[in-house]
């Protein structure tokens, strides 16, 4: 069965940086767009970052411009969220996704149907 795994999670201070990692596998991994979420405690689950199937697309919420990059290596079967400049605002679970159909980003958690358990980053002011 499919299976997405997050790690690289933890506590940062404000400014830090961290990389976060989603090893998947039991699906082919180039033929899924992917992306990354986030829930702080009492909100709504939301996107983040999305990266198509081969790499060379990327979309982010306003709120992480140019500190977050997603990317991925298809080779390896695994994706990554570099996070700097972090901000206490950050402090979420971060899930990892991915579309079981369509090549291409999706921005809604409806249209993933592969979840990670999720990893915890926490920035401390």
């Known amino acids: 069965q499919v299976q997405l795994v997050e790690s690289g999670g933890g506590l940062v201070q404000t400014g830090g940086s961290l990389r976060l990692s989603c090893a998947a596998s039991g699906l082919i991994f180039s033929e899924h767009a992917m992306g990354w979420f986030r829930q702080a405690p009492g909100k709504e689950r939301e996107f983040v970052a999305g990266?198509?199937?081969?790499?060379?697309?990327?979309y982010y919420v306003d709120a992480v411009k140019g500190r977050f990059t997603i990317s991925r290596d298809n080779a390896k079967k695994t994706m990554y969220l570099q996070m700097n400049s972090l901000k206490p605002e950050d402090t979420a679970v971060y899930y990892c996704?991915?579309?079981?159909?369509?090549?291409?980003?999706?921005?809604?958690?409806?249209?993933?149907?592969?979840w990670g358990q999720g990893t915890q980053v926490t920035v401390s002011a």
């Open positions: 996704a991915a579309r079981s159909s369509g090549l291409n980003i999706a921005v809604l958690n409806t249209e993933y149907d592969y």
């Open positions: 990266i198509n199937w081969g790499g060379d697309s990327t």
